[in-house]
């Protein structure tokens, strides 16, 4: 724990609360100087007045040693993002897979009207073929 650090950060959250260092003083059941001291760091803080501190400052014990609050939801933990990942994938594959089943049916489906119409040429190649004989006899 850094000393300076939380001097600072403890100064900061009581001035921006609007207190006076006799006010946290009288909060904390110590003198004025007794509370200078520990903003001036003169005095070492003890966990308990640290967190009696944090307490009256309205934050935490975290906040002062570190400078910020720290939040304990910061955002989706590994798992939970490789959960939505992978359920994102499974939906995109399904999706995927959906379309691919309509593309392949068309497929099979020009495919014989390909057959049909390869069928009518030939119907009509003989037709034509039994016309020229017909004409020529």
Partial sequence: ?????????IAVLRKRLGLTQQEMAEKLGISRNAYRRIESGETALVN?????????LDSTADELVLGYAPR??????????R???LQESAEKERMYQEKINVLEETVR???KRIELLEDLVKTKE????????????
């Fill in 109 to 111: 489906s020009h495919e």
């Fill in 72 to 81: 304990e939801n910061d955002g989706p933990t590994l798992n939970e993002l």
């Fill in 126 to 137: 003989e037709i034509i073929s039994m016309l020229k004989k017909e004409q020529q006899s």
């Fill in 1 to 9: 724990m850094d000393n300076n650090s939380v001097k600072k950060n």
């Fill in 83 to 85: 959960t939505r990942y």
């Fill in 48 to 56: 308990d007045c640290l967190l009696r501190i944090a307490s009256i």
